[in-house]
């Protein structure tokens, strides 16, 4: 008689599915707050000095309300209007792009406490609109994982809130997983570095984190999104969070952001079969941060730095 392969009968494991720029226009809110109705998300990221962010914030009390899922702040420290004035830190009323901020950081030439001041001025009015605290705390552009502000957000959060109550995405990896991605390796490898900072000062106070990050591509649309997700999805780590861009594509997103098209082809693919069967596959779940035991103090694995000059790290 033929043997037939055994059944995989492992439970299936939390992910993090968490998509970014809640709040940057309606087309992408409104998406975001469809894909958590359906089961697809299980965390979206908040852009607090976005104009839509009021205006929706509602709907997205409403949704969670009935569809559970975290809700966060994306610290927004580039290219968009801040809050308060970012005096010595904005220009012309804007806030730096990431070809700027970097240099800056790595010079470590920030302004800390207009920095701290922004911060404290969005977090208002997540808690404003909100009338909680956030379940965690990222950053536009990844721009939290940097050299003075990724003290300044540590800092804050102690002051704040409860001792481990918040979370913070760590977009620190180690080399083979960024390798055996294939996908945006410049990108991971510069984000993963700036991150072992960010990593380093989350454990030492005891602050909770995803271990595993994925989500990193170029936009190109070169590979098919299905594929790149699938490669997000393999080799996750324990505590695994990947980010998406979804959104419909409005004037209001056109008048304030680049990344327009690629938000529609995410959206396509999350909506579809395919996602429920890519995750299936791999055995994991969207899942809320609560739903991963607490993290323990983990050795990092060392990655040798990568060129810092890319301006863009999204």
Same mark, same amino acid.
């Given at each position: 008689?033929?043997?037939?392969?055994?059944?995989d009968?492992?439970?299936?494991?939390? !992910?993090?599915?968490?998509?970014?720029?809640?709040?940057?226009a309606p087309?992408v809110?409104?998406?975001?707050?469809?894909?958590?109705?359906?089961?697809?998300?299980?965390?979206?990221?908040?852009?607090?000095p976005?104009?839509?962010w009021?205006?929706?914030?509602?709907l997205?009390?409403e949704? #969670?309300?009935?569809?559970p899922?975290?809700?966060?702040?994306?610290?927004?420290?580039?290219?968009h209007?801040?809050l308060?004035?970012?005096?010595?830190? %904005?220009?012309?009323g804007?806030?730096?792009s990431?070809?700027?901020?970097?240099p800056l950081?790595?010079?470590?030439a920030?302004?800390r406490?207009? !920095?701290?001041?922004?911060?404290r001025?969005?977090l208002?009015?997540?808690?404003d609109?909100?009338?909680?605290?956030?379940?965690?705390? =990222?950053g536009h552009?990844?721009?939290?994982v940097?050299?003075?502000?990724?003290?300044v957000?540590?800092?804050?959060?102690?002051?704040?809130?409860?001792?481990?109550?918040?979370w913070?995405?760590d977009?620190?990896?180690?080399?083979t997983?960024?390798?055996?991605?294939?996908?945006?390796?410049?990108?991971?490898?510069?984000?993963?570095?700036?991150g072992v900072?960010?990593?380093?000062?989350?454990r030492r106070?005891?602050?909770?984190?995803?271990?595993?990050?994925s989500?990193l591509?170029?936009?190109s649309?070169? !590979?098919?999104?299905r594929?790149?997700?699938q490669s997000f999805?393999?080799?996750?780590?324990?505590?695994?969070?990947?980010?998406?861009?979804?959104?419909?594509?409005? =004037?209001?997103l056109?008048?304030?952001? #680049?990344?327009?098209?690629?938000r529609?082809?995410?959206?396509?693919?999350?909506?579809?079969? %395919?996602?429920?069967?890519?995750?299936?596959?791999?055995g994991?779940?969207?899942?809320?941060?609560?739903?991963f035991?607490?993290?323990a103090?983990?050795?990092?694995?060392q !990655?040798?730095?990568?060129d810092?000059?890319?301006?863009s790290?999204?």
């Amino acid at each position: 008689m033929n043997e037939q392969p055994a059944t995989d009968r492992r439970p299936p494991r939390p !992910i993090i599915v968490c998509a970014d720029d809640y709040g940057i226009a309606p087309g992408v809110s409104e998406a975001i707050a469809g894909l958590i109705t359906a089961g697809r998300l299980s965390a979206t990221s908040c852009m607090t000095p976005l104009p839509d962010w009021k205006r929706r914030a509602g709907l997205l009390r409403e949704t #969670v309300a009935a569809h559970p899922a975290d809700v966060g702040l994306h610290l927004t420290l580039t290219d968009h209007v801040p809050l308060t004035a970012a005096t010595g830190f %904005a220009q012309a009323g804007r806030l730096p792009s990431m070809g700027r901020l970097l240099p800056l950081a790595l010079a470590r030439a920030l302004p800390r406490l207009a !920095i701290r001041t922004e911060l404290r001025a969005q977090l208002d009015a997540f808690e404003d609109a909100w009338n909680a605290a956030p379940d965690y705390i =990222d950053g536009h552009q990844h721009a939290h994982v940097l050299p003075g502000i990724r003290e300044v957000l540590v800092e804050e959060l102690l002051r704040r809130y409860p001792a481990g109550s918040v979370w913070v995405r760590d977009c620190c990896e180690p080399l083979t997983r960024c390798v055996h991605r294939r996908t945006a390796l410049p990108k991971a490898l510069l984000i993963s570095t700036l991150g072992v900072g960010l990593h380093r000062l989350l454990r030492r106070h005891g602050l909770p984190a995803n271990d595993g990050f994925s989500g990193l591509h170029d936009f190109s649309g070169r !590979i098919p999104f299905r594929t790149l997700m699938q490669s997000f999805l393999a080799g996750s780590g324990p505590r695994p969070l990947v980010h998406v861009h979804p959104g419909r594509v409005d =004037d209001e997103l056109r008048a304030c952001d #680049v990344l327009t098209t690629p938000r529609e082809t995410e959206l396509a693919y999350l909506t579809s079969p %395919a996602f429920a069967e890519d995750l299936a596959a791999v055995g994991l779940y969207p899942a809320r941060f609560a739903d991963f035991p607490r993290p323990a103090p983990a050795a990092i694995s060392q !990655i040798s730095p990568p060129d810092a000059s890319s301006g863009s790290i999204r």
